[in-house]
């Protein structure tokens, strides 16, 4: 069964092939930007299950940062839909975007932890790395 998901206005799909994917949540300072202020809730999917069904998305790669992830987003209505780590062999699916993020099983861990606000609410018991956890 497929996973499908997209962009607010609908002008990015795309489509997961298998089981709703397992993550995290990630505070980092880049992520609240991109949220409006909370961490990003994600899904890492191996790259031969996704696949854009509609669009294509714009790109953004900070210029700053030598691991930088790039941000695949929605030039019409902004939403972030992906990213991607170099040297990870993944796509990090937000998990807003899925049609029925409310299937999500919920995220697995929380990651940049050291970039968090103190208003920030860590779910309790949940395995938590001040940076990226080791390999
Ligand atoms: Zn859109
Ligand atoms: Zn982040």
């Given amino acids: 069964m497929a996973i499908e998901g997209g ?3 609908g002008a990015l799909r795309y489509s997961i092939e ?3 994917p397992r993550g995290g949540l ?3 300072r880049a992520c609240q930007h991109a949220s409006g202020g909370g961490p990003n809730a ?3 999917v191996a790259p031969e299950r996704f696949v854009w069904t509609r669009g294509q998305p714009a790109v953004f790669t900070h210029p700053d940062k030598a ?3 790039t941000r695949a987003f929605c030039l019409a ?3 972030q839909v992906s990213t991607q780590r170099p040297g990870q062999r993944a796509v990090i ?6 049609d ?3 299937d999500w099983s919920g995220p697995g861990f929380a990651i940049y932890t050291a970039q968090k606000a103190p208003w920030h609410v860590l779910p309790e018991g949940l395995p938590a790395f001040a940076d990226l956890p080791p390999r």
């Fill in 67 to 69: 691991d930088a992830v």
């Fill in 18 to 20: 298998g089981e709703m």
């Fill in 26 to 28: 990630c505070f980092c």
């Fill in 7 to 9: 962009c607010y206005c």
């Fill in 77 to 79: 209505c902004g939403t």
């Fill in 93 to 98: 699916v937000k998990i807003g975007t899925l």
């Fill in 42 to 44: 994600f899904g890492l």
């Fill in 100 to 102: 029925r993020a409310q």
